[in-house]
């Protein structure tokens, strides 16, 4: 789902907090990140994202998106299943 979200942003604004368990997180780390079982960091994550300012957001997203586009489906899958054919 984060992908999704990242990817429709076309004015690319927005915020999406990952969870530190996501495998995603190694392919979006400008992403906020918490651990969704601690209320502190989940706290710490949501408290800025309000007055986060549009340059800042697009500063994240923009090399997000970029990603996204260079490491597909199929990239994603032969990450996934390189390792598991050695």
Do not use: C, Y
């Amino acid at each position: 789902m984060a992908k999704e979200h990242i990817a429709s942003r076309l004015p690319e604004d927005g915020v999406g907090i990952l969870s530190e368990f996501a495998g995603v997180v190694r392919q979006l780390p400008e992403a906020p990140i918490a651990n969704p079982h601690s209320q502190e960091d989940i706290a710490a994550v949501i408290e800025p994202a309000p007055v986060v300012t549009k340059e800042e957001q697009r500063r994240r997203m923009t090399p997000m998106r970029n990603r996204i586009r260079a490491e597909p489906i199929s990239w994603w899958a032969g990450e996934f299943l390189e390792p598991l054919s050695r």
